[in-house]
Protein backbone atom coordinates (compact mmCIF):
# COMPACT_ATOMS: atom_id res chain seq x y z
CA UNK A 1 0.00 0.00 0.00
CA UNK A 2 1.43 3.60 -1.14
CA UNK A 3 4.95 1.37 -1.48
CA UNK A 4 4.99 0.48 2.21
CA UNK A 5 6.70 -3.23 3.36
CA UNK A 6 4.50 -4.99 5.35
CA UNK A 7 6.38 -6.02 8.83
CA UNK A 8 9.59 -3.96 7.82
CA UNK A 9 11.30 -4.29 11.18
CA UNK A 10 14.41 -6.66 10.59
CA UNK A 11 14.41 -9.18 13.37
CA UNK A 12 17.58 -8.29 15.44
CA UNK A 13 15.40 -5.01 16.04
CA UNK A 14 12.08 -6.85 16.70
CA UNK A 15 13.98 -8.95 19.56
CA UNK A 16 15.46 -5.48 20.82
CA UNK A 17 12.45 -4.16 21.03
CA UNK A 18 10.81 -7.07 22.92
CA UNK A 19 13.49 -6.05 25.72
CA UNK A 20 12.08 -2.95 26.34
CA UNK A 21 9.19 -4.10 28.78
CA UNK A 22 10.62 -3.31 31.96
CA UNK A 23 11.58 -0.06 30.59
CA UNK A 24 8.12 0.82 29.88
CA UNK A 25 6.97 -0.44 32.68
CA UNK A 26 9.29 1.68 34.81
CA UNK A 27 9.76 5.04 32.73
CA UNK A 28 6.50 5.13 30.76
CA UNK A 29 3.77 3.86 32.40
CA UNK A 30 4.03 6.06 35.60
CA UNK A 31 3.70 8.83 32.80
CA UNK A 32 -0.48 8.03 32.97
CA UNK A 33 -2.45 9.28 36.20
CA UNK A 34 -4.66 7.49 38.47
CA UNK A 35 -8.16 7.55 37.61
CA UNK A 36 -9.11 9.27 40.82
CA UNK A 37 -6.70 12.16 40.01
CA UNK A 38 -7.86 12.80 36.59
CA UNK A 39 -9.88 15.36 34.99
CA UNK A 40 -13.52 14.14 34.05
CA UNK A 41 -15.88 15.74 31.31
CA UNK A 42 -18.06 16.57 33.83
CA UNK A 43 -15.79 19.26 35.78
CA UNK A 44 -16.08 21.55 32.69
CA UNK A 45 -20.28 21.16 31.79
CA UNK A 46 -23.42 21.83 33.37
CA UNK A 47 -24.21 19.58 35.86
CA UNK A 48 -27.56 17.54 34.36
CA UNK A 49 -28.62 17.04 37.60
CA UNK A 50 -28.48 20.46 38.81
CA UNK A 51 -31.67 21.98 39.17
CA UNK A 52 -29.93 24.98 37.74
CA UNK A 53 -29.25 23.10 34.84
CA UNK A 54 -31.08 24.96 32.42
CA UNK A 55 -29.02 28.47 33.50
CA UNK A 56 -26.03 26.92 33.17
CA UNK A 57 -26.26 25.84 29.72
CA UNK A 58 -27.91 29.49 29.00
CA UNK A 59 -24.73 31.13 30.38
CA UNK A 60 -22.43 28.48 28.71
CA UNK A 61 -24.36 29.85 24.87
CA UNK A 62 -23.69 33.40 26.23
CA UNK A 63 -20.14 32.46 26.49
CA UNK A 64 -20.03 30.95 23.17
CA UNK A 65 -21.90 33.14 21.25
CA UNK A 66 -18.59 35.72 20.55
CA UNK A 67 -16.70 32.59 18.89
CA UNK A 68 -15.91 33.08 15.06
CA UNK A 69 -16.98 30.53 12.57
CA UNK A 70 -13.00 29.75 11.72
CA UNK A 71 -12.66 29.54 15.46
CA UNK A 72 -15.24 26.44 15.03
CA UNK A 73 -14.24 24.94 12.40
CA UNK A 74 -10.69 24.62 14.12
CA UNK A 75 -12.04 23.28 17.30
CA UNK A 76 -14.51 20.95 15.69
CA UNK A 77 -11.76 19.41 13.48
CA UNK A 78 -9.52 18.90 16.59
CA UNK A 79 -12.75 17.40 18.71
CA UNK A 80 -13.31 15.13 15.27
CA UNK A 81 -9.39 14.29 15.42
CA UNK A 82 -10.19 13.17 19.20
CA UNK A 83 -13.31 11.52 18.15
CA UNK A 84 -11.86 9.03 15.86
CA UNK A 85 -9.58 7.10 19.05
CA UNK A 86 -10.56 3.85 18.12
CA UNK A 87 -8.44 4.07 14.90
CA UNK A 88 -5.44 4.91 16.48
CA UNK A 89 -5.57 2.36 19.08
CA UNK A 90 -6.17 0.22 16.71
CA UNK A 91 -2.92 1.67 15.04
CA UNK A 92 -0.59 1.04 17.98
CA UNK A 93 -2.03 -2.89 18.06
CA UNK A 94 -0.47 -3.48 14.66
CA UNK A 95 2.95 -2.35 15.70
CA UNK A 96 4.59 -5.56 16.06
CA UNK A 97 6.36 -6.27 19.65
CA UNK A 98 4.41 -4.29 20.98
CA UNK A 99 1.02 -5.13 20.49
CA UNK A 100 -1.84 -6.01 23.22
CA UNK A 101 -1.81 -9.34 21.80
CA UNK A 102 -5.32 -10.33 24.17
CA UNK A 103 -7.51 -7.34 24.28
CA UNK A 104 -6.69 -7.30 28.26
CA UNK A 105 -2.88 -8.00 28.42
CA UNK A 106 -0.91 -7.28 31.36
CA UNK A 107 2.42 -6.48 29.73
CA UNK A 108 3.66 -3.36 29.89
CA UNK A 109 3.09 -2.51 26.68
CA UNK A 110 -0.78 -3.80 26.65
CA UNK A 111 -1.73 -1.33 29.89
CA UNK A 112 0.09 1.42 28.66
CA UNK A 113 -1.81 1.03 25.26
CA UNK A 114 -5.40 0.69 26.78
CA UNK A 115 -4.89 3.41 29.60
CA UNK A 116 -3.33 5.61 27.11
CA UNK A 117 -6.69 5.26 25.08
CA UNK A 118 -8.79 5.93 28.06
CA UNK A 119 -7.39 8.94 28.83
CA UNK A 120 -7.75 10.05 25.37
CA UNK A 121 -11.14 8.79 25.74
CA UNK A 122 -12.23 11.88 27.61
CA UNK A 123 -11.03 14.48 24.85
CA UNK A 124 -13.78 14.24 22.52
CA UNK A 125 -15.97 13.24 24.99
CA UNK A 126 -15.95 16.75 26.01
CA UNK A 127 -15.40 18.32 23.23
CA UNK A 128 -18.23 16.55 22.07
CA UNK A 129 -20.78 17.89 24.43
CA UNK A 130 -19.49 21.30 25.11
CA UNK A 131 -20.30 22.10 21.46
CA UNK A 132 -23.47 20.04 21.52
CA UNK A 133 -24.79 22.82 24.11
CA UNK A 134 -23.39 25.79 22.47
CA UNK A 135 -25.68 25.31 19.51
CA UNK A 136 -23.38 26.69 16.93
CA UNK A 137 -22.68 23.95 14.83
CA UNK A 138 -24.29 21.16 12.93
CA UNK A 139 -24.37 17.74 15.08
CA UNK A 140 -25.69 15.93 12.69
CA UNK A 141 -23.00 16.69 9.86
CA UNK A 142 -20.02 16.50 12.61
CA UNK A 143 -21.16 12.92 13.19
CA UNK A 144 -21.84 11.85 10.30
CA UNK A 145 -17.94 12.85 9.64
CA UNK A 146 -16.49 11.09 12.71
CA UNK A 147 -18.48 8.09 11.39
CA UNK A 148 -16.95 8.19 8.10
CA UNK A 149 -13.61 9.29 9.69
CA UNK A 150 -13.42 5.97 12.04
CA UNK A 151 -14.75 3.87 8.77
CA UNK A 152 -11.94 4.86 6.74
CA UNK A 153 -9.19 4.92 9.55
CA UNK A 154 -5.52 6.04 8.56
CA UNK A 155 -2.54 5.23 6.79
CA UNK A 156 0.25 7.10 8.80
CA UNK A 157 2.94 4.67 6.82
CA UNK A 158 4.10 2.89 10.12
CA UNK A 159 4.74 -0.58 8.20
CA UNK A 160 4.08 -2.57 11.17
CA UNK A 161 7.09 -1.27 13.13
CA UNK A 162 7.24 0.35 16.27
CA UNK A 163 10.26 1.86 15.67
CA UNK A 164 8.38 3.92 12.95
CA UNK A 165 5.28 3.90 14.76
CA UNK A 166 6.89 5.62 17.99
CA UNK A 167 8.70 8.91 16.11
CA UNK A 168 4.69 9.24 14.37
CA UNK A 169 3.32 8.82 18.03
CA UNK A 170 6.11 11.14 19.65
CA UNK A 171 5.53 13.98 16.51
CA UNK A 172 1.68 13.73 16.59
CA UNK A 173 1.11 13.74 20.32
CA UNK A 174 3.55 17.42 20.63
CA UNK A 175 1.11 18.34 16.97
CA UNK A 176 -1.84 18.12 19.03
CA UNK A 177 -0.76 19.62 22.25
CA UNK A 178 0.06 22.68 19.99
CA UNK A 179 -3.09 22.63 18.16
CA UNK A 180 -5.20 22.36 21.63
CA UNK A 181 -2.80 25.40 23.09
CA UNK A 182 -3.47 27.70 20.22
CA UNK A 183 -7.51 26.52 20.69
CA UNK A 184 -7.36 27.79 24.42
CA UNK A 185 -5.36 30.69 23.87
CA UNK A 186 -7.96 31.71 21.13
CA UNK A 187 -11.16 30.54 23.13
CA UNK A 188 -9.59 32.91 26.28
CA UNK A 189 -9.57 35.87 23.60
CA UNK A 190 -12.86 35.46 22.67
CA UNK A 191 -14.22 35.75 26.29
CA UNK A 192 -14.79 31.90 27.10
CA UNK A 193 -12.56 31.07 29.90
CA UNK A 194 -14.06 27.77 30.77
CA UNK A 195 -13.66 26.41 27.16
CA UNK A 196 -9.83 27.93 27.55
CA UNK A 197 -9.39 25.82 30.33
CA UNK A 198 -10.62 22.91 28.65
CA UNK A 199 -8.58 23.43 25.79
CA UNK A 200 -5.31 23.53 28.35
CA UNK A 201 -6.58 20.26 30.12
CA UNK A 202 -6.29 18.43 26.59
CA UNK A 203 -3.54 20.23 25.78
CA UNK A 204 -1.68 19.25 29.85
CA UNK A 205 -2.54 15.21 28.92
CA UNK A 206 -1.20 15.61 25.23
CA UNK A 207 2.00 16.84 26.62
CA UNK A 208 2.60 13.95 29.36
CA UNK A 209 1.29 11.46 26.26
CA UNK A 210 4.59 12.58 23.87
CA UNK A 211 7.10 12.74 26.72
CA UNK A 212 5.93 8.93 26.88
CA UNK A 213 6.51 8.35 23.53
CA UNK A 214 9.64 10.25 23.25
CA UNK A 215 11.36 8.36 26.05
CA UNK A 216 11.02 5.35 24.05
CA UNK A 217 12.48 6.53 21.07
CA UNK A 218 14.97 8.24 22.77
CA UNK A 219 15.70 4.31 24.55
CA UNK A 220 15.81 3.35 20.87
CA UNK A 221 18.37 5.89 19.87
CA UNK A 222 20.36 4.68 23.51
CA UNK A 223 20.00 0.49 22.20
CA UNK A 224 19.97 1.10 18.28
CA UNK A 225 21.33 4.73 17.14
CA UNK A 226 21.27 3.96 13.49
CA UNK A 227 17.75 2.33 13.43
CA UNK A 228 16.46 4.64 15.19
CA UNK A 229 17.68 7.75 12.83
CA UNK A 230 16.46 5.81 9.76
CA UNK A 231 13.32 5.13 11.37
CA UNK A 232 13.18 9.37 12.28
CA UNK A 233 14.33 9.78 8.21
CA UNK A 234 11.89 8.22 6.75
CA UNK A 235 8.69 9.12 8.19
CA UNK A 236 9.92 12.81 7.85
CA UNK A 237 10.75 11.81 3.80
CA UNK A 238 7.06 10.17 3.91
CA UNK A 239 5.98 13.27 5.69
CA UNK A 240 3.60 13.00 9.09
CA UNK A 241 0.09 13.11 8.09
CA UNK A 242 -2.39 14.15 10.68
CA UNK A 243 -4.71 11.27 11.79
CA UNK A 244 -8.02 12.86 10.76
CA UNK A 245 -6.65 13.25 7.09
CA UNK A 246 -8.94 11.10 5.84
CA UNK A 247 -12.17 13.11 7.41
CA UNK A 248 -15.94 13.51 4.78
CA UNK A 249 -19.04 14.86 5.47
CA UNK A 250 -20.14 13.21 2.70
CA UNK A 251 -21.07 16.81 0.74
CA UNK A 252 -17.88 18.72 1.55
CA UNK A 253 -16.50 18.16 -1.85
CA UNK A 254 -20.06 18.22 -3.80
CA UNK A 255 -20.35 21.72 -2.37
CA UNK A 256 -17.24 23.23 -2.86
CA UNK A 257 -16.17 22.11 -6.73
CA UNK A 258 -14.28 18.70 -5.53
CA UNK A 259 -12.17 20.51 -2.82
CA UNK A 260 -11.08 17.85 0.09
CA UNK A 261 -12.49 18.53 3.59
CA UNK A 262 -9.63 18.10 5.66
CA UNK A 263 -7.13 20.17 3.40
CA UNK A 264 -10.07 22.82 3.66
CA UNK A 265 -9.91 22.48 7.45
CA UNK A 266 -6.05 22.51 7.58
CA UNK A 267 -6.30 25.42 6.04
CA UNK A 268 -8.41 27.34 8.31
CA UNK A 269 -6.17 25.96 10.87
CA UNK A 270 -3.32 27.62 9.50
CA UNK A 271 -4.91 30.74 8.90
CA UNK A 272 -6.48 31.11 12.55
CA UNK A 273 -2.86 30.24 13.52
CA UNK A 274 -4.00 27.25 15.12
CA UNK A 275 -1.76 24.65 13.48
CA UNK A 276 0.94 25.90 10.95
CA UNK A 277 3.91 24.62 8.87
CA UNK A 278 5.77 26.56 10.84
CA UNK A 279 4.60 24.42 13.96
CA UNK A 280 5.45 21.29 12.14
CA UNK A 281 9.15 22.93 11.58
CA UNK A 282 9.23 23.54 15.26
CA UNK A 283 8.15 20.27 16.19
CA UNK A 284 10.85 18.97 14.39
CA UNK A 285 13.28 20.95 15.36
CA UNK A 286 12.12 20.10 19.09
CA UNK A 287 12.74 16.05 18.27
CA UNK A 288 16.32 16.61 16.71
CA UNK A 289 17.18 18.44 19.65
CA UNK A 290 15.41 16.50 22.03
CA UNK A 291 17.25 13.19 20.83
CA UNK A 292 20.05 14.66 20.37
CA UNK A 293 20.03 13.80 16.42
CA UNK A 294 22.99 15.85 15.16
CA UNK A 295 25.63 14.66 18.34
CA UNK A 296 25.14 11.13 17.69
CA UNK A 297 27.91 8.79 16.11
CA UNK A 298 26.51 6.07 13.47
CA UNK A 299 28.45 3.37 11.82
CA UNK A 300 26.48 2.93 8.71
CA UNK A 301 26.61 5.71 6.26
CA UNK A 302 23.10 5.58 5.05
CA UNK A 303 22.44 6.57 9.02
CA UNK A 304 24.74 9.21 8.50
CA UNK A 305 23.12 10.38 5.50
CA UNK A 306 19.65 10.55 7.50
CA UNK A 307 21.19 12.54 10.16
CA UNK A 308 22.25 15.05 7.61
CA UNK A 309 19.25 15.02 6.10
CA UNK A 310 16.94 15.49 9.46
CA UNK A 311 19.09 18.38 11.00
CA UNK A 312 18.83 20.63 7.44
CA UNK A 313 15.26 19.71 7.23
CA UNK A 314 13.76 22.26 10.12
CA UNK A 315 15.04 25.27 7.73
CA UNK A 316 14.05 24.01 4.57
CA UNK A 317 10.60 23.64 5.61
CA UNK A 318 10.42 26.76 6.81
CA UNK A 319 11.64 28.46 3.40
CA UNK A 320 8.62 26.26 1.97
CA UNK A 321 6.35 27.57 3.56
CA UNK A 322 7.46 31.07 3.61
CA UNK A 323 7.56 30.94 -0.08
CA UNK A 324 4.14 28.92 0.10
CA UNK A 325 2.90 32.13 2.22
CA UNK A 326 4.18 34.48 -0.09
CA UNK A 327 2.58 33.25 -2.93
CA UNK A 328 -0.83 33.02 -1.37
CA UNK A 329 -0.97 36.63 -0.13
CA UNK A 330 -0.67 37.21 -3.92
CA UNK A 331 -3.33 34.65 -4.74
CA UNK A 332 -7.46 35.96 -5.15
CA UNK A 333 -8.88 34.23 -1.78
CA UNK A 334 -10.80 30.97 -1.97
CA UNK A 335 -14.08 30.25 0.19
CA UNK A 336 -15.18 27.12 0.95
CA UNK A 337 -18.67 26.55 3.03
CA UNK A 338 -18.51 23.94 5.85
CA UNK A 339 -21.79 21.74 6.38
CA UNK A 340 -20.04 21.67 10.11
CA UNK A 341 -21.33 25.20 10.64
CA UNK A 342 -24.34 24.93 8.87
CA UNK A 343 -22.57 25.83 5.18
CA UNK A 344 -21.51 29.07 6.10
CA UNK A 345 -18.52 30.06 3.93
CA UNK A 346 -15.22 31.15 5.13
CA UNK A 347 -11.89 31.89 3.07
CA UNK A 348 -9.52 29.16 3.26
Not at 10 to 19: D, F
Not at 112 to 121: D, I, K, S
Amino acid sequence: MDGQVLHSLTKERLALVKTLGPFVESEVYPLLKETSKCWQPTDFLPSSEDPYFMDQVRELRKRSAALPDDYLISFVGDMITEEALPTYMAMLNTLDGVRDETGASPTPWGKWTREWTAEENRHGDVMNKYMYLTGRVNMKSIEVTIQNLIGSGMDPKTENNPYLGFVYTSFQERATKVSHGNTARHALEHGDELLAKLCGSIASDEGRHEIAYQRIVEKLYEKDPDGAVLAFADMMRKQIVMPAHLMDDGEHAAKNNGRNLFADFSAVAERSGVYTPMDYADIMEFLIKKWKVADRSHESGDAAEAQEYLVKLPDRIRKLAERTAARRTKAKPLEASFSWIFDRPLTI
